[in-house]
């Protein structure tokens, strides 16, 4: 099993900056991918990015190109959301997930395991 803890979420204005993170323990050995997926009230949850565990490869949603960042420390077991020039449609609850399996790095399904979430609310 593999636990995830997410921290970092708030509240913050147009334009405006934060840093998720997502704290990875138990079999971390196991996890092939740590993606960040979004759910705003009403809606679907949607693929934001991922990174690869090992090999740093990175993928991001087309919405969040050029604002948002994704890192790795791999000794702290964490991955990182960096969250740039923040907009209204932002806000969302943003989960880690994890999984040890090949497949869609976008899919919901493909991901084993998830964090309880973190809200980030883009207001004035």
């Known amino acids: 099993q593999v636990q995830l803890a997410e921290s970092g979420g708030g509240l913050v204005q147009p334009g405006g900056s934060l840093r998720l993170s997502c704290a990875a323990s138990g079999r971390t050995f196991s996890i092939y991918t740590i993606g960040w997926f979004r759910q705003a009230p009403g809606k679907e949850r949607d693929f934001v990015t991922a990174?690869?565990?090992?090999?740093?490869?990175?993928y991001y949603a087309d919405s969040v190109k050029g604002r948002f960042t994704i890192s790795r420390d791999n000794a702290k077991n964490t991955v990182y959301l960096q969250m740039n020039s923040l907009k209204p449609e932002d806000t969302a609850v943003y989960y880690c997930?994890?999984?040890?399996?090949?497949?869609?790095?976008?899919?919901?399904?493909?991901?084993?395991?998830w964090g309880q979430g973190t809200q980030v609310t883009v207001s004035s």
């Open positions: 990174i690869s565990w090992s090999g740093g490869s990175t």
């Open positions: 997930a994890a999984r040890n399996g090949l497949g869609s790095v976008v899919a919901v399904s493909q991901y084993n395991y």
